[in-house]
T-cell receptor, first 116, second 114 residues
């Protein structure tokens, strides 16, 4: 039972480079999310998806793009990385029941990204 | 927008003792959910406890319990009989009913001393 898996776990980028973070979940969850975690700021929502083929902006979407071509995968892209995007990125997934407090959101193990 | 405030950046507690983490939130909603998540050094986010706003009874999970004060918009977490494995960062989070998104506080780092 893998749950939510993020790839890669660590990455160092040079300013201006691009990359894609992959999130995969095997729980058939409808909702998926990308958060970033920064010291003293907790986790902030970047983008989210309420189903295959749909995406929406969260609290801090600038500089990121996402796609959800398959229900089990949610990709986060950085087209031109900046030092301000140095952070730990978390993917999460949940079901409709979570919206009514009935269960929990499940998180991946995080990706530590450093932009130099 | 909802804001979640954790006013204690760091706390230290002796093994077997009790520690209480504070959390306050700001919302105009009446129906919502509150959570405490634990993040150990492994970075994994682990749900500790959950509280529904419409329930007056405080949630309890083994050594973890909350003090939910709806009128004061306060949601504190008490860790009893602290264990070394409780060393982690703890996040308070808020979610409106039928919403998709969690709003997190800045976190409190708890260190349990042997």
């Amino acid at each position: 039972n893998a749950g939510v898996t993020q790839t890669p776990k660590f990455r160092v980028l040079k300013t201006g480079q691009s990359m894609t973070l992959l999130c995969a979940q095997d729980m058939n969850h409808e909702y998926m999310y990308w958060y970033r975690q920064d010291p003293g700021m907790g986790l902030r929502l970047i983008h989210y998806s309420v189903g295959e083929g749909t995406t929406a902006k969260g609290e801090v979407p600038d500089g990121y793009n996402v796609s959800r071509l398959k229900k089990q995968n949610f990709l986060l892209g950085l087209e031109s990385a900046a030092p301000s995007q140095t952070s730990v990125y978390f993917c999460a997934s949940s079901t409709l029941i979570f919206l009514r407090g009935g269960t929990e959101a499940f998180f991946g193990q995080g990706t530590r990204l450093t932009v130099v | 927008a909802q804001t979640v405030t954790q006013s204690q950046p760091e706390m230290s507690v002796q093994e077997a003792e009790t520690v209480t983490l504070s959390c306050t939130y700001d919302t105009s909603e009446n129906n919502y959910y509150l959570f405490w998540y634990k993040q150990p050094p492994s970075r994994q986010m682990i749900l500790v406890i959950r509280q529904e706003a419409y329930k007056q009874q405080n949630a309890t999970e083994n050594r973890f319990s909350v003090n939910f004060q709806k009128a004061a918009k306060s949601f504190s977490l008490k860790i009893s009989d602290s264990q070394l494995g409780d060393t982690a960062m703890y996040f308070c989070a808020f979610m409106k009913h039928n919403d998709y998104k969690l709003s997190f506080g800045a976190g409190t780092t708890v260190t349990v001393r042997a």
